[in-house]
């Protein structure tokens, strides 16, 4: 798991949705959300980048931080 910088949709919740994220100063954009789910305290975002690589990202809201979990 690695912390990583997301730039987000906010609408109805802060954070709503992930747009783009940052590995290693190198921007990835979230082409589509593939997947979306709940987990105590989470919520996790299985995402297609716009490098053909599928991700899944946490977002922790009470500590409004995101981890990279995977990546295929």
């Known amino acids: ?14 954070a709503e949705y992930p747009l783009c994220f940052f590995i290693n100063k190198h ?8 997947k979306q789910w709940l987990t105590p305290g989470c919520r996790c975002f299985q995402v297609l980048g716009d490098n053909g690589r599928v991700y899944v990202l946490e977002y922790q809201e009470f500590y409004d931080t995101w981890t990279l979990l995977r990546i295929s």
Do not use: F, N
Request: hydrophobic share 40%.
């Open 1 to 14: 798991m690695k912390p990583i910088t997301v730039q987000c949709h906010d609408g109805a919740r802060a």
């Open 27 to 34: 921007k990835v954009e979230i082409m589509r959300i593939e």
